[in-house]
């Protein structure tokens, strides 16, 4: 059984995307911030490069800098259009772009879209491997990486034009949080699909048949802020994350 498996996984072909923009508001030049002795984009690279299920690693940039140490770290790139590299652009255009790119300029055509935000650097060991064999395994159309909830949406509020509370779930907001079904929510360390031409990303990356990769995300840290930054420094320097 185990065999057959390893066959299915083999007659797929899979592509990595990285989307790596050069702008961002909160850190200036944060794909290329350096971690450890690499930058950022640089770990999701190699995180990619070294999981032989993979066939080739793109990534999608406007920035001539993030193109070169792409390229150094054994990445190629697709040189994104500037209308898609905007504080407001949706990764769905990116992805777009970049299918139409691989079909119509290098008429290569994968059977399997992985998406590695470069923000989410500390990844499990094999990660692709096992969430792309667990989407064939189950004949699912998507997948992505979920964490369990920090604060559980029962117990999420917001506050009217008044200034008043309103809570989210009027009959669950002061249950004890053992009385709760488990929640979860996307942690941004992957995204897998299966390509075909009738999919409609703008609706999500999550269609079709979905299925969830969960775990418990030790040493994660998605990085948007200077603190971030000082945790994954942190992790690096003391948890030897190569």
Same mark, same amino acid.
Request: proline fraction near 4%; charged fraction near 30%; charge should be positive.
């Given at each position: 059984?185990?065999?057959?498996?390893?066959?299915?996984?083999?007659?797929?072909?899979?592509?990595? $995307?990285?989307?790596?923009?050069?702008?961002?508001?909160?850190?200036?030049?944060?794909?290329?911030?350096?971690?450890?002795?690499? #930058?950022?984009?640089?770990?999701?690279?190699? +995180?990619?490069?070294?999981?032989?299920?993979?066939?080739?690693?793109?990534?999608?940039?406007?920035?001539?800098?993030?193109?070169?140490?792409?390229?150094?770290?054994?990445?190629?790139?697709? +040189?994104?259009?500037?209308?898609?590299?905007?504080?407001?652009?949706?990764?769905?255009?990116?992805?777009?772009?970049? $299918?139409?790119?691989?079909?119509?300029?290098?008429?290569?055509?994968?059977?399997? $879209?992985?998406?590695?935000? #470069? +923000?989410?650097?500390?990844?499990?060991?094999?990660?692709?491997?096992?969430?792309? +064999?667990?989407?064939?395994?189950?004949?699912?159309?998507?997948?992505?990486?979920?964490?369990?909830?920090?604060?559980?949406?029962?117990?999420?509020?917001?506050?009217?034009?008044?200034?008043?509370?309103?809570?989210?779930?009027?009959?669950?907001?002061?249950? #004890?949080?053992?009385?709760?079904?488990?929640?979860?929510?996307?942690?941004?360390?992957?995204?897998?699909?299966?390509?075909?031409?009738?999919?409609?990303?703008?609706?999500?990356?999550?269609?079709?048949?979905?299925?969830?990769?969960?775990?418990?995300?030790?040493?994660?840290?998605?990085?948007?802020?200077?603190?971030?930054?000082?945790?994954?420094?942190?992790?690096?320097?003391?948890?030897?994350?190569?």
């Amino acid at each position: 059984m185990k065999k057959h498996k390893k066959n299915l996984i083999n007659t797929k072909k899979i592509v990595v $995307l990285i989307p790596a923009r050069g702008g961002s508001k909160g850190i200036k030049s944060k794909n290329l911030y350096l971690f450890g002795t690499k #930058p950022l984009v640089a770990w999701s690279i190699e +995180t990619a490069k070294n999981e032989k299920i993979v066939d080739r690693v793109f990534v999608s940039t406007d920035d001539k800098n993030i193109s070169f140490y792409s390229k150094h770290y054994g990445a190629e790139v697709h +040189t994104r259009k500037k209308k898609y590299s905007g504080d407001k652009s949706l990764v769905s255009d990116t992805i777009e772009s970049f $299918l139409k790119y691989l079909k119509l300029e290098i008429k290569y055509e994968p059977d399997i $879209l992985v998406l590695l935000e #470069p +923000t989410s650097p500390f990844r499990e060991k094999k990660l692709i491997t096992k969430c792309i +064999t667990k989407m064939l395994e189950t004949n699912s159309d998507s997948i992505a990486t979920f964490k369990p909830a920090k604060t559980h949406p029962d117990r999420c509020w917001h506050i009217d034009r008044f200034g008043r509370p309103v809570s989210h779930s009027k009959k669950k907001a002061w249950e #004890p949080r053992q009385q709760l079904n488990l929640a979860y929510e996307l942690d941004g360390s992957l995204y897998a699909f299966k390509i075909n031409p009738r999919i409609n990303l703008r609706k999500g990356l999550l269609f079709g048949k979905s299925i969830s990769f969960v775990y418990s995300g030790e040493n994660k840290v998605e990085i948007d802020d200077a603190k971030d930054i000082q945790y994954a420094n942190y992790i690096v320097e003391n948890f030897n994350e190569k």
